[in-house]
C-alpha cells in the first residue's frame, strides 16, 4: 500500500506541475488586458478614466511641460522618473487622451499597464499577448506605456528580449518609475536599444512644479505679462540670469517688480503647499491640507524605503539630524553621533536613497584653487516645501501636520532654511536646463563655497569652465556685508526678500521675481 500511495503522490505531483504550467502560460489573454485598456470598448472612456475624469474636477488643472519634449512619433524608449504622487500616472492618460482624440491614433493601438504587482515572467507574458493581438495591424505605430516598471524585478531582460527579435519596430515606448537609480541604471542595460534624438534626453523627469509653473497655474493672468516680459522662453529666461552676473538688471524684470506684492503672496502659498497638484488643490478648496493626505505621501515615501530593507526607525532619525543640520555643512560621520546609526556607510546608503527618491539633494564644497568638488562636507536640502513640512512632522512626532507646517513658515529660521531649499532645487533645474542631459547629476553642477576665512557662498554653479555665485538672504535688511563672500568672483547675484538693485558689481533680486527665471 505504501508503495502504491508513494506512486500515486508522485503522479499527483506530476499532474500537479503540468496543471500549473499551463495555467502560468495561460495567465493573461487579451479581455484581462482590456481591464487596464477600457479605450479598446469605447475611445471615450478614456475620458471616464479614474485620474482623467478626477483631473478634469480640480480647480487647477497642471499640464507638465515635459509633456512637450515627448516625441512618440519615431521608435523611442522613454522614461519618466519622479518622486511617487506627483502625477506620474495622470501625465501618462493625458498623453494617451491626446494620442486618441488630436492624433487620431486608433485606441487599440495604445497598451497601458501598471506593473507594480507583476513579475518579469508575467511582464513578458503581457507584452506578448498584447503584440500577438496587434499582430494584424504590425504596420500601425503602437504606443505602449509601462507604469511603475520597477516593481518588476529585472524587467530589462524581457524589453531586451523584445527588442532583440525586432518586436518593437514602430512602437513608441514609456517606462516610469519612483526610484532614481533602478530606473536610471536598468535603461543603461539596453545601450543601442532606446532610439530616439540624440539632441532630446530619453530619460525625463517629472518633479512637483516649479513657482513659475505654479504662478501660471494660479494666476493665469499674469502668464501674458509673462509674455510681455519675455520670461516665458528659456532661453531669453537663461540670457537674464546671466545679464544679472554683469551688473544689469533688464527692464523687463523692473516692471515684474511691480507685481512683486502679488508675487510674494504666492511664494507665501508656494511654501506651505509645494508644487504638489493634489495639495494644491485641497488647500485651495479647504484652506487646509488634510493629515490624510500628508500620510498619503507619507506611506508611499516609507512603502519604496522598506521595498528596498531600509529600517523606518532609522530614516526618521536620520530626518531628524538632516533637519538639525539644514543649510549647514556636515559630514556622514556626523550623523552618527545623534543616532542609533552608527556607521557612516550606513548614513550615507540612507540618504542616497533619499536622494534617488527625489525627496533630497546634496550639495558638495567646491574649491576655485584646485577647481575641484570636495565631497566630505555637504549640505543636505528637501526638494519640495510640502515634502519639507510632511517629513518634518513626522519625524518630530506632531500630530497635526497642517499647523506643524503653518508654524515653520511663521518661525523665521526654519523659513529662512526652507526659501534656501527652494533656491537650491531651482538652480538645480536651471543647470540642467543649461545642460540637458540623460546622465547629468547636480552635484557636479551645484555645490557650495567656502574660502580660507571661512566665508561661505550658498551656492555655485559650474557652467562653461566659470563659476557663477548665488547667496540666499531671506531677511528684512540687507547690509554691504552680504556681499563680501562675492570677493573671490567679482560677481554675484544675492537672492533677497524684498531688495531689488546694484551694490557695485553686484545685483540682489527678490526670490519670488528670481524663481520665476527657472
Request: aromatic share 14%; charged share 25%.
Amino acid at each position: 500500500m505504501t508503495v502504491i500511495y508513494k506512486n500515486i503522490v508522485k503522479n499527483y505531483r506530476k499532474i500537479y506541475i503540468i496543471v500549473d504550467k499551463y495555467i502560468t502560460m495561460a495567465i493573461f489573454d487579451i479581455s484581462q488586458l482590456s481591464d487596464q485598456n477600457q479605450w479598446w470598448v469605447d475611445k471615450n472612456n478614456i475620458l471616464k478614466d479614474f485620474k482623467v475624469s478626477s483631473l478634469n474636477k480640480l480647480k487647477y488643472q497642471w499640464d507638465p511641460n515635459i509633456r512637450h519634449f515627448i516625441n512618440l512619433d519615431m521608435d523611442v524608449i522613454y522614461t519618466i522618473r519622479g518622486p511617487r504622487q506627483v502625477g506620474k500616472t495622470t501625465l501618462i492618460k493625458i498623453i494617451i487622451k491626446d494620442l486618441i482624440f488630436n492624433k487620431n491614433v486608433k485606441p487599440e493601438n495604445i497598451f497601458f499597464w501598471s506593473c507594480e504587482r507583476n513579475s518579469a515572467d508575467e511582464l513578458n507574458k503581457l507584452i506578448q499577448t498584447y503584440m500577438d493581438w496587434r499582430h494584424s495591424a504590425k504596420d500601425d505605430r503602437k504606443y505602449i506605456f509601462l507604469d511603475e516598471i520597477c516593481g518588476v524585478k529585472n524587467w530589462p531582460k524581457e524589453l531586451i528580449y523584445f527588442a532583440n527579435k525586432g518586436a518593437f519596430v514602430n512602437c513608441s515606448i514609456i517606462l516610469t518609475g519612483s526610484h532614481s537609480m533602478d530606473l536610471k541604471h536598468s535603461t543603461e542595460l539596453m545601450p543601442g536599444r532606446r532610439g530616439g534624438d540624440e539632441n532630446n534626453p530619453l530619460d525625463k523627469i517629472l518633479l512637483p512644479m516649479k513657482f513659475s509653473e505654479f504662478v501660471k497655474l494660479l494666476w493665469p493672468e499674469f502668464k501674458q505679462k509673462m509674455f510681455d516680459y519675455r520670461i516665458i522662453k528659456k532661453d531669453d529666461r537663461h540670457k537674464k540670469i546671466f545679464e544679472l552676473f554683469e551688473g544689469k538688471i533688464s527692464d523687463d524684470l523692473k516692471n515684474i517688480s511691480l507685481f512683486k506684492k502679488q508675487l510674494d503672496s504666492l511664494f507665501e502659498l508656494y511654501l506651505l503647499t509645494g508644487g504638489i497638484p493634489s495639495t494644491i488643490n485641497e488647500f485651495a478648496n479647504n484652506e487646509t491640507i488634510s493629515t490624510r493626505l500628508y500620510n498619503v505621501y507619507l506611506t508611499a515615501i516609507i512603502g519604496d524605503l522598506n521595498r528596498y530593507n531600509y529600517k523606518e526607525h532609522y530614516f526618521k532619525q536620520i530626518i531628524r539630524e538632516i533637519f538639525n543640520s539644514l543649510s549647514n555643512p556636515v559630514s556622514w560621520n556626523s550623523f552618527t553621533k545623534n543616532t542609533e546609526v552608527k556607521s557612516h556607510n550606513t548614513v550615507q546608503d540612507y540618504i542616497t536613497a533619499l536622494e534617488e527618491l527625489y525627496i533630497a539633494n546634496i550639495s558638495y564644497r567646491c574649491s576655485i584653487h584646485d577647481k575641484r568638488i570636495h565631497s566630505f562636507m555637504k549640505k543636505i536640502y528637501i526638494q519640495d516645501p510640502f515634502i519639507f513640512h510632511a517629513l518634518h512632522g513626522w519625524a518630530n512626532g506632531k500630530k497635526d501636520y497642517f499647523k506643524n507646517a503653518k508654524a515653520n513658515i511663521l518661525n523665521l529660521e526654519i523659513k529662512s532654511k526652507l526659501v534656501e531649499s527652494v533656491v537650491y532645487n531651482h538652480l538645480c533645474r536651471f543647470s540642467f536646463g543649461l545642460n540637458p542631459k540623460d546622465l547629468f547629476d547636480p552635484k557636479d553642477n551645484i555645490c557650495y563655497y567656502e574660502d580660507k576665512n571661512k566665508k561661505e557662498v550658498d551656492f555655485i554653479l559650474l557652467f562653461d569652465d566659470k563659476y557663477f555665485p548665488f547667496e540666499v538672504k531671506y531677511q528684512a535688511t540687507i547690509n554691504n556685508s552680504d556681499f563680501f563672500g562675492f570677493k573671490s568672483f567679482n560677481k554675484g547675484i544675492l537672492i533677497t526678500k524684498d531688495d531689488l538693485g546694484i551694490y557695485r558689481n553686484y545685483v540682489k533680486i527678490p526670490v519670488s521675481i528670481f524663481l520665476l527665471l527657472i
